[in-house]
């Protein structure tokens, strides 16, 4: 008998957690990424100058993108038909 996983779901009332989260780990590990290579190269100690980048900006992302994307929604909301 095979026994499939069952998928990882929230409650859809934290789809914006989500949301924030998911943007914020992508964006502030490439943006620090570029932003670090082209600030001092790909020389030793890449990885550690990256790493501490990217602690600093997810730090500072994840709240932004939590509490501007509704902001963000809405006045795209206001301006599309």
Do not use: C, E, Q
């Not at 914006?16 to 290579?37: D, E, K, R, Y």
């Not at 990256?50 to 600093?56: K, Q, S, T």
Request: proline content about 6%; glycine content about 4%; charged content about 10%.
């Amino acid at each position: 008998m095979h026994l499939a996983a069952k998928p990882l779901k929230i409650p859809a009332r934290l789809a914006p957690v989500l949301f924030a989260f998911i943007m914020s780990v992508t964006l502030g590990g490439v943006m620090s990424a570029i932003i670090t290579a082209v600030n001092t190269g790909f020389s030793d100690g890449y990885l550690t100058r990256w790493l501490h980048a990217y602690a600093l900006a997810f730090s500072l992302a994840f709240p932004s993108v939590t509490f501007i994307a509704p902001v963000v929604w809405r006045f795209v909301d206001r301006n599309t038909f």
